[in-house]
């Protein structure tokens, strides 16, 4: 289920996934700028194996934020990463022409 709804469906999706023993990072937009694919306050949940549930970016960007969530879960320090159009082709961006700020935090 990779893009639920609501957000509360991806922070419930979390709870059960830590209830099951899972290690669990929680990613959430804290700033966007210009036209961004999601609001301030989307989620995306990752599991200590890769599985996610939510959207940071409508797809743009989830799997540079997965790869954040998995050293999260290794050292247990909060990382926070900008995306946008930068129009580099080798890092990952935004296609919408916007900017947004992420950050990833290991949820216990």
């Known amino acids: 289920m990779p893009f639920p709804a609501l957000e ?3 922070l419930a999706i979390a709870g059960q996934w830590l209830a099951q023993g899972h290690g669990v990072a929680l990613a959430t937009v804290v700033r966007t700028r210009g036209s961004a694919p999601r609001p301030e306050g989307s989620h995306m949940a990752v599991r200590d194996d890769g599985a996610f549930a939510g959207s940071v970016s409508a797809g743009c960007v989830e799997n ?3 790869e954040m969530a998995q050293a999260v879960l290794a050292d ?4 926070t990463a ?5 129009g580099s082709l080798f890092a990952p961006g935004l ?8 950050l990833v935090e290991p949820i216990a």
């Open 95 to 102: 296609m919408c022409g916007g900017d947004i700020e992420v």
């Open 76 to 79: 247990g320090r909060h990382r």
């Open 82 to 86: 900008s995306f946008g159009s930068d």
């Open 8 to 10: 509360s469906d991806v």
């Open 64 to 66: 540079a934020v997965i």
